[in-house]
């Protein structure tokens, strides 16, 4: 049965399926092959992301493989300038830029040669796949979990937790 093209114009695209359609792919939780791709030094010109506001750092892309295979790619950004919470811990992009200097082994080098080396060498790459609902963060402890978050709308990220040597 055909329908009139008219009467389409009265209906509109329901928009979880737009945004299922587009969501970026995550994987699950798991140690990965990293292989930078693309980076790009810069200085955060964002004040609603304080993390990196008015700091140097370096914004990421790279792929995530086990076994030689291609499984997904992530988004991240490492620093260089030390930055630590009231605990005087070293924050997520210090923290991640120090492991990396560790599991290329250039404890003396100066940035640029880390910026280099990223882009030539492999690390191993602790990944965690969180799920954003309601204004809370989740995580799956199974693919049953998984499932239902994502089937109550969760947006599923994936997170760096850490950097090393490639075993």
């Known amino acids: 049965m055909e329908l009139n093209v008219a009467d389409l114009y009265q209906k509109k ?15 699950p ?12 030094a810069q200085v955060g010109d964002n004040p609603k992301f ?14 995530l493989e086990k076994d030689g295979k291609r ?15 009231e605990e005087g811990k070293l924050d ?21 040669e880390v910026l280099d080396a990223l882009k030539q060498y492999p690390m191993t790459a602790y990944v965690s796949e969180r799920f954003h609902l309601e204004e809370e963060w989740k995580s799956a402890r199974n693919e049953k979990e998984r499932s239902g978050l994502l089937v109550a709308g969760a947006e599923p990220r994936n997170f760096i937790v850490s950097l090393s040597k490639i075993k």
């Open 71 to 85: 499984l997904g790619a992530i988004w991240f950004d490492m620093s260089w300038v030390d930055k630590r919470n």
């Open 50 to 63: 304080p993390p990196l506001y008015e700091r140097e750092h370096v914004h990421l892309r790279a792929n």
């Open 13 to 27: 695209t329901d928009e979880k399926l737009v945004n299922d359609a587009n969501r970026m792919p995550t994987v």
């Open 92 to 112: 997520g992009p210090a923290k991640l830029w120090g492991q990396a200097v560790r599991a290329l082994n250039l404890g003396d080098a100066s940035v640029g």
């Open 29 to 40: 939780t798991g140690a990965y092959t990293l292989m930078v791709t693309n980076l790009s």
